[in-house]
């Protein structure tokens, strides 16, 4: 019956005298859901039971919670749990009953059961794996079988994404992975599976050396352990084979092993073959005692090997003696052989001396006598100390020098401690004459010294020299120095005592010379615009410049060039800081130009200047006490004067100008003044564009009209026809440029001029 319904039953028994439906189900509940009250007068105890989750995956935990049990009472799980909560994870649909033991006020029990459902649980069949082929590799799989749960089952991979396609996992390195199982009511399983991997592959080698240096029967052996087993060796690209020895080996040669097991899994390893133990052969060789000889030794000595050495020197015979002799000058090769047969080879040199060599140097016959000459010997090469027999005596001497000797032919045999012998020749003649020579060193000054002779010898005995300036001491040095510019006397003496003298001269190497430099003629007869600069050479700076005019006037400043000069001839000198002086040098200045004539100049009519030549003429005008200024434009023969003052003309020809010509007073025409009955007035004055004229005259004639510029140049022309009394016209002026002109206007033998402003 329903826990609930017993509790209402219960109820309606306690407080309820009548009810037949409770009284229909007594029995019932007195069985198995409450116990008898001892104490009819209290309420029954009501036990409930609650659950966190009634329905839960295989193994996971919920919690029971028992209610109702009196403060007094005790529960009892039937999982043998003793409280009022208690957390169980079934792996299957359960119930589990809850019991209140309470023992006052009377010792009764309640009990209650709940049911917790499980879904069908999921069960992963142990996990397949396949381990790593070759240790380190990553060839590993794992498969998760499983089944059970409900729904499409998920499957996931040391904690990656689940999926439901795969439940295989490869390319794995050995370890341990986890794998969980879920399915479509999210319940799930875990586990753990290995891939496991074989131990590392290695391997270790027992190698043996050749028997001798450059055979090829050495050898190793490979032993492997590792991998799988089933090994094979392969030797530098050779076939596989199951043995890891190796045989026909070379020493100091790198061979390429490589060890495979049953899962072909490889290992590489260098292997390489030791040289055997070689022997040293060491030689000592001794030389000819003179060049040529055949005398020579060479002592072999052999350590290491095998013993029991032989030896041969060259193609000979091998012999058991270390020791060969009679040997000349040369290389050989020396094989020795060991007990193994092994053959070694070291090259030695039987050496020789030095041949003797003898070098003579005669001594020619001097000024000493016919038996002054010697012979001296410079002896090379040999051995130990050399004495010398000369062809004219029979006795040795250790002595390199023989004296005493006249002009001849001489052979001097060498012998040194060993008994070898060389010969030499020499001829003694009779030396020339001693003669010096003399090469002069100028002094830097005329005051310096630092002047002085090299000198060298033609002649005379031997190669020593001593040198005098006659009247100081001697000295073997060939340079002499620190002589003044002068005459000195000088004497040589050579190794016999034969002398030489000669005077020789040390001379101003620094002497001053002067030059002409740049030249500057005056450039018109009479002027000083004349210019001269001298070029000096030699000497101390700072230097000083005489100039000299033909009158002996002396110039100043005292410096190379000078201008300001006339025409003429100038004499010039210098000295420098040394107060050394040059030689007088002459310096000549002409004029390029004559001077032209002086120009005369005249009047015609009443206002024209005509000069009597007219080339490079200029027109001047003074006014008043101002000096006098050239006229503008004013350069033709004739000038028609622009306003009253002096005029005068100078001439300029090549640069040069006249003096100038006896000078004219000129007086212009007023602007309005009647002249011989003719009055001419301009309307205005200045003028711009048109000139307008008011002319009266009182006799009846034709005008003309000129306006003429500074040079004397029409440009403008008018003409009116004969009238009488007054008259006004005007003219345009096209193309006038502004500036002052001249009007003349003439009327027969009467004429008035204007000056005229256009602006």
Sequence with gaps: MDVRLRIRCQYYFRFLLTGLICLGLFSELTLSAWATETTPTQAPTVLTISVSSATVCSGASTTLTAAGCPTGGVVQWSTTATGSSIVVAPVQTASYTAICAETSPAATTTTATATVQVYPPIKISPVASLSVLCNGGKDGQVAINASGGTGVLQYQFNGQPFQSVNSTFGNL??????????????????????????????????????????????????????????????????????????????????????????????????VVISPPASFTIKLTSTSTRCPGSADGIVLVSATGGAGNYQYRIGTGPLQTGSQFTGLAASSYEVTVVDGFSCEGKQTVIVGQPTPLQLT??????????????????????????????????????????????????????????????????????????????????????????????????????????????????????????????????????DEAGCTDTTAAVVTNGNALTLSVGRLKDVTCAGGNDGEAAVQVAGGTKPFTYYWATERRDTLRPFVATQTGLVAGTYTVSVVDSNRCSSTTLFVPLKAQFTIPVKPTISMTGSSTLVADQSAGVQWFIRLGNDPAKPVP???????????????????????????????????????????????????????????????????????????????????????????????????????????????????????????????
Excluded: H
């Design 173 to 270: 390195a050995a370890g341990i992975y986890t794998v969980a199982v879920k399915d479509a009511l999210g319940c799930q399983v875990q586990g753990t599976v290995e891939v496991k991997q074989p131990p590392a592959l290695s391997a270790t080698t027992s190698t043996i050396s050749p028997s001798c240096l450059g055979r090829a029967d050495g050898s190793f052996t490979a032993f492997a352990s590792g991998g799988v087993g089933d090994y094979r060796f392969l030797l530098n690209g050779s076939a596989p084979q199951v043995s890891g020895t190796f045989i026909n080996l070379r020493a100091d040669t790198t061979y390429s092993l490589i060890v495979a097991d049953k899962n072909n899994c490889v290992l590489f390893r260098d």
């Design 633 to 759: 434009d004013a350069t033709g023969s004739t000038l028609i004067p622009f306003q009253s003052g002096q005029y005068y003309a100078i001439v300029t020809t090549n640069g040069c100008s006249s003096a100038p010509s006896d000078p004219i007073n000129f007086i212009l025409t007023a602007l309005s003044e009647p002249v011989s009955s003719l009055a001419v007035r301009v309307l205005p004055n200045p003028v711009v564009d048109r000139l307008r004229l008011e002319i009266e005259q009182l006799e009846r004639s034709a005008v003309t009209i000129q306006l003429l510029d500074a040079s004397g140049r029409a440009v403008m022309m008018g003409q009116l026809p004969a009238f009488t009394g007054k008259k006004q016209a005007e003219w345009p002026l096209t193309g006038v440029m502004s500036g002052n002109y001249l009007l003349k206007v003439n009327a027969d033998k009467r004429q008035s001029v204007l000056r005229v402003v256009v602006e």
């Design 360 to 493: 003579l140097t005669a001594v020619p016959v001097s000024c000493q006598g016919p038996n002054s000459g010697a012979i001296r010997i410079t002896p090379t090469g040999g051995t130990g100390a050399v004495k010398y027999q000369i062809s004219t005596g029979s006795a040795l001497q250790s002595s390199p020098v023989f004296t005493g000797i006249g002009v001849g032919d001489y052979t001097i045999v060498g012998v040194d401690a060993n008994g070898c012998t060389s010969l030499a020749s020499v001829t003694v003649g009779k030396a020339d004459p001693l003669k010096i020579q003399v090469v002069p060193i100028a002094a830097t000054c005329c005051v310096c010294a630092t002047g002085g002779f090299r000198l060298s010898t033609a002649g005379g005995i031997g190669t020593a020299r001593q040198y005098q300036i006659i009247g100081q001491p001697y000295q073997s040095a060939s340079t002499l120095t620190g002589l003044r510019p002068n005459t000195y006397r000088l004497r040589v003496v």
